[in-house]
């Protein structure tokens, strides 16, 4: 079968299309016929050997997709054959086929194409984890959202309006912005020209916002910590932006804030039954038309490396998918 293959550390370009033997499924597994692949930023790390984890060589990279259950190993119960599911393991979603825990796998909703369903597992399971169970998000509180045009960016404003927070978008171009609107966001701010708190402080009456979502890091995590409302949590979600930011923990204290960690791959993996939960709560506001994943470009198989040069170059808004087989 074919697969995207990683050989070497390097860029998207560096990326190759070749051969791989089938793939076995055993105990606890299911065989998928992949049908699209959702791009994510920690795809691109991971091929120039700059993301945590460190697959051997050659692998693929693609780490959420949507296909159709082939085969099911010994013991699995939550899936069968010819079921439509979307889900991820890390890796190895951008080839004709995956072998996955079985576990991790969920149905696609009614009304949900293959295109759309590749493009939300990591990014809506991220980011309602995030406001949910680490940010507390309640009703009429203030969420800023950084990225906010990004893939984890545009779901946390999508979110966070359903979960009736003021939204504040903030992002680095007007293309962005107008997503990021488009997906519910209240209020924005241009921070292309890197200045970030005392817009927030101009639209939040001088008090900062009650919950941060912060997937960019970088140099502007130091005005985030400078935006938060007292008793506000920070939540950490990614470092896209460059090196990994320090906290100054005299601003923990004088604003009585929490900064708070979000790591969506071991949430699933330690809480699985709350992480249903919020699937099947995720699922509902699909179904009742209360959030829309966008999906803003989509690539065929052989140019997958395209796609992760989108990511790559900051030029993605929402979603980016590689579609590895035409849509049935
Ligand atoms: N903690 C978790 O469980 C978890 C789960 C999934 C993803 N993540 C992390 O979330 C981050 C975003 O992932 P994503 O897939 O949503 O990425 P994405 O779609 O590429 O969005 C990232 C956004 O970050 C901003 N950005 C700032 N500096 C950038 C730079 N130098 N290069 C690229 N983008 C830059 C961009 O917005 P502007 O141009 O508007 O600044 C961009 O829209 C990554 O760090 C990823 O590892 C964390």
Redesign the pocket.
């Known amino acids: 079968m074919k697969a995207v293959l990683c050989k070497a550390y390097g860029p998207p370009e560096s990326l190759v299309i070749d051969d791989i033997p089938e793939l076995q499924c055993g105990p606890g597994q299911a065989r998928i016929a992949v049908e699209a692949v959702g791009i994510?930023?920690?795809d691109c790390?991971m091929i120039e050997g700059k993301y945590q984890f460190k697959p051997d060589f050659p692998f693929s990279p693609g780490g959420e997709l949507s296909g159709t259950v082939i085969e099911v190993g010994e013991g699995v119960g939550n899936v069968a054959v010819g079921d439509r599911i979307c889900g991820g393991g890390g890796h190895g979603g951008l080839a004709e086929q995956i072998v996955l825990p079985a576990q991790g796998l969920r149905p696609i909703p009614d009304g949900m194409d293959m295109t759309t369903a590749a493009a939300w597992s990591?990014?809506y399971g991220?980011s309602y984890h995030a406001l949910k169970q680490r940010g507390q998000l309640q009703p009429g509180e203030t969420l800023l959202v950084?990225?906010?045009?990004?893939?984890?960016?545009l779901a946390a404003v999508e979110l966070g309006h359903a979960m009736g927070a003021r939204v504040i978008a903030a992002?680095?171009?007007e293309a962005?912005l107008e997503a990021a609107r488009e997906a519910g966001a209240d209020e924005c701010i241009d921070?292309s020209d890197g200045e970030l708190k005392e817009k927030v402080k101009a639209l939040t009456g001088g008090q900062g916002a009650d919950v941060i979502y912060d997937?960019?890091g970088?140099p502007l995590f130091d005005q985030c910590m400078r935006s938060i409302n007292w008793n506000g949590r920070v939540l950490i979600?990614?470092?896209?932006?460059?090196d990994i930011p320090k906290v100054p923990t005299n601003l923990i204290l004088l604003k009585g804030c929490q900064v708070v960690g979000?790591?969506?791959?071991s949430f699933a993996a330690m809480e699985p039954e709350v992480t249903a939960r919020n699937w099947e709560e995720l699922r509902d506001l699909f179904t009742a038309g209360k959030i829309k994943p966008k999906v803003s470009r989509v690539y065929p198989f052989g140019e997958a490396a395209a796609a992760l040069r989108c990511?790559?170059d900051?030029q993605?808004i929402g979603?980016v998918v590689v579609q590895v087989v035409e849509e049935r």
Request: hydrophobic share 40%; aromatic share 14%.
């Open positions: 994510n930023f920690p790390l990591t990014t991220t950084l990225g906010a045009g990004g893939g984890v960016g992002a680095s171009s962005k921070y997937p960019v970088g979600v990614g470092f896209v932006g460059g979000v790591f969506y791959g990511l790559a900051r993605a979603k």
